[in-house]
């Protein structure tokens, strides 16, 4: 659908106005201050108040009405009506076969397009962070991607990581660079967290190392019982060498009567090693143990170390693959189709031939705001520009050539003094068809 009609009484500049209007492009002539933006704004104004001035009386007069009919080329389907007050304005919707419109603006805005106003994308385009976003965000839609996000789910290795399924089946319905910005996210709270175990990891590594002197940190740990064990043989032997001497001081006595049982204790005696003082044995094993604890926390920090070294491995492949993942975007955003020849997105951010929005001229920043506009698809193909004397006749021309493409109404808001035939030409607040116009 398009505007058809339109009929203004008491509208802001406008006094009267009854004009038909065709498809493709139409100029809206006049002279500055006569009634042009008047037209414009009451189109605009289709998609709900907050388009409406705060006074939309023209000045002196009590009360003001306004219609737009919107149809086809089989005919009028809506017919728009308002009235104006000092206080307020009213809207109603009329369905040309009769049927009850009862929530008009809600059915207005089901057909009208947000970008009514090209100029309106181009200055969120080029606004604050904030309206780039919301201008990112009204174009990712309309960008075809022809890309496979598993290719880089299994490129790095989380195929069946439990939480990227998850994250996978969430942006389902979304597109490939959604997920993609997602699992950049992802990835990057992951490489935190090992960062983070890295560095407490290093933290524990230090001070370990002040506990143990390089020297020591190949130590071994000794078993105690081997060193109990070889103790209690040599008391054994201690015993033996006792009972030994025992009996050499009682053949000594009984010499005489014994002498070959002295001989024969002699030669027990001389079985027997040497002995130390069993007293010994628990400074040696204190030793033991003092070596021991030195060569767990030796051991301790060796494993602390392959711990380190394992975490940052693991950041290093954390980094690998969020490069991975920025190439995958690349690759996304190089498969996109846009709406428009030079449009893409980086980073929530709409570049348009390479460079910033702002960078584009303001014909070419229009003209590509308008094929976002149509590619939205609005009930009802009617688009106005405002300042369209700044376009130069490139620029008119391509506009001209989208429309007739697309099939679809540019209204140009044009200073001039003159009527001409296919133009509306506003004069003093009144709006009508141009010379020779039916």
Same mark, same amino acid.
Request: charged share 30%; net charge negative; hydrophobic share 40%.
């Given at each position: 659908m398009r505007v058809t009609r339109i009929k203004a009484e008491n509208f802001m500049?406008?006094?009267?106005?009854? /004009? @038909?209007?065709r498809n493709g492009v139409l100029e809206i002539v006049g002279k500055n201050m006569a009634g042009k933006s008047s037209l414009m704004t009451l189109v605009e104004s289709?998609?709900?108040?907050? &388009?409406i001035s705060e006074r939309?009386?023209?000045?002196?007069a009590k009360k003001g009405k306004a219609e737009i009919s919107l149809g086809?080329?089989?005919?009028?389907? &809506? /017919?728009?009506?308002?009235?104006f007050t000092p206080k307020d304005s009213y809207v109603t919707v009329e369905s040309c076969d009769g049927s009850h419109i009862s929530k008009p603006q809600e059915l207005l805005d089901s057909l009208v397009s947000k970008m009514v106003d090209p100029w309106l994308f181009a200055r969120l385009a080029t606004g604050s962070p904030a309206d780039q976003r919301k201008a990112y965000e009204m174009v990712k839609p309309l960008m075809k991607f022809d890309y496979d996000i598993t290719n880089i789910v299994d490129h790095t290795g989380y195929a069946d990581d439990p939480d990227v399924k998850a994250l996978m089946a969430e &942006?389902?319905?979304?597109?490939?660079?959604?997920?993609?910005?997602?699992? @950049?996210?992802?990835? #990057?709270?992951?490489?935190?967290?090992?960062k983070k175990t890295a560095k407490e990891q290093e933290g524990r590594v230090d001070a370990l190392k002040e506990q143990v002197p390089l020297d020591k940190r190949n130590?071994? /740990?000794?078993?105690?019982?081997?060193l109990v064990e070889n103790q209690q043989n040599q008391l054994e032997a201690?015993?033996?060498?006792?009972?030994?001497? #025992?009996? /050499?001081?009682?053949?000594e006595a009984a010499l005489k009567a014994a002498q070959s049982e002295l001989e024969a204790a002699k030669a027990a005696l001389e079985e027997c090693p040497e002995c130390g003082d069993p007293a010994d044995y628990a400074e040696e094993i204190a030793k033991l143990e003092q070596n021991n604890e030195m060569a767990r926390k030796a051991e301790h920090l060796k494993s602390e170390q392959q711990s380190l070294a394992t975490a940052v491995d693991n950041v290093d492949v954390c980094e690998e693959n969020i490069e991975l993942v920025r190439e995958a975007k690349s690759d996304c955003l190089a498969s996109a189709d846009s709406p428009t020849q030079g449009l893409s997105i980086e980073d929530g951010k709409?570049?348009?031939?390479?460079?910033?929005? #702002?960078?584009?001229?303001?014909?070419?920043?229009?003209?590509? #705001?308008?094929?976002?506009?149509?590619?939205?698809?609005?009930?009802?193909n009617t688009f106005v520009c405002h300042d369209a004397s700044l376009l130069d006749d490139d620029m008119r021309a391509l506009i001209e050539k989208r429309a007739a493409e697309n099939d679809v109404q540019v209204m140009l808001e044009v200073v001039g003094h003159e009527s001409r035939p296919g133009v509306i030409f506003v004069e003093d607040g009144v709006a009508v068809n141009g010379e020779s116009d039916a």
């Open positions: 500049r406008l006094t009267a106005a009854d /004009v @038909e209007l289709l998609l709900g108040k907050r &388009y939309p009386l023209h000045e002196g086809d080329d089989d005919g009028d389907k &809506y /017919v728009v009506k308002w009235r &942006y389902a319905d979304s597109t490939p660079l959604d997920f993609l910005v997602a699992f @950049e996210t992802f990835l #990057s709270e992951i490489r935190k967290e090992w130590a071994k /740990v000794v078993s105690v019982g081997d201690a015993r033996r060498r006792e009972r030994a001497e #025992s009996r /050499v001081e009682d053949a709409i570049l348009l031939n390479g460079l910033a929005w #702002s960078n584009a001229s303001r014909g070419e920043s229009l003209a590509a #705001s308008l094929d976002i506009g149509i590619a939205l698809k609005p009930g009802l």
